[in-house]
């Protein structure tokens, strides 16, 4: 398997994938800070809010696009691999979040 994309086409994909990973990682870095202790909640929890409408449907987006630039034999590298891992972590991340929140 080759270190970086061969094609356009998977170069297209995964470099989408993986700044629509950044974004979702920047929209749920608030959550993450609260859910560890080093921020308080805002008024309303604006930061799950972010997090859960902005966050995790652009974690999806990336999934998707590098989840297309995975499957294929042609387009498949090492850096979609990487990635795809990367957003599958963020995606069970929630499960950290909801078992360390309190009730």
């Known amino acids: 398997m080759p270190r970086f994309p061969q094609t356009f086409a998977a170069w297209l994909l995964t470099v989408l994938g993986s700044l629509l990973l950044l974004i979702a990682l920047v929209l749920h870095w608030g959550m993450y800070l609260v859910v560890f ?12 809010a972010v997090a859960l409408f902005g966050g995790l449907p652009a974690t999806l987006l990336a999934s998707a696009c590098l989840g297309i630039a995975s499957s294929r034999p042609v387009w498949r590298s090492t850096a979609s691999v990487m990635a795809i891992g990367a957003a599958g972590a963020l ?13």
């Open 91 to 103: 995606l069970l991340s929630w499960v950290l979040v909801i078992v360390l929140w309190p009730r």
């Open 37 to 48: 202790g080093h921020k308080t909640v805002s008024p309303g929890g604006g930061e799950f």
